[in-house]
């Protein structure tokens, strides 16, 4: 799951860092070129475009949604799960997303993005059905739910 979350988090990176047309330093200057073959200036080099399309930022958006969720799940799987794999597989949901969504709110002040401050309606009701779910019942529909947002992600 781990390596699932790398992935998505790498893709997004490369995502937004290619829609600059910034390539890697083929001129021997230790700069990057543009697609011009021209050196950029340092202002450039931050390899972001200075704004970012509508679906960039529903990206940006979703995956802000995407981490809280997972973070508050992550901490219900914390507290209301009896097996040992389950409360850390929780807590590394809340380490690695909590991780991510710092990385995410430093690109979207950068872009002027407003994140949201909590996750939508919709996962918030998942968090109200599984916080009626205790034990192995907790642990089955946990487990779930997160392959089903992972898949999803990717």
Known sequence: MKNRLALFTAIAIVTLWSCNGISDDKDGTGQPE?????????AMQGAIPSTLSEQETK????AANGSMAEIQLGEMA????????????GRMMIEDHSKANEALKI????????LPAKASE??????????SKNGNDFDKAYIAQMVKDHEASI
């Open 34 to 42: 543009n697609t011009q073959g021209m050196p950029t200036d340092t």
């Open 59 to 62: 990206f940006a958006i979703d």
């Open 122 to 131: 919709d996962k918030q009701q998942v968090a109200i059905q599984l916080s």
């Open 78 to 89: 914390r507290s209301k799960s009896n097996t040992p794999e389950v409360k850390e597989f």
């Open 107 to 114: 690109i979207a002040t950068d872009k002027n993005i407003q």
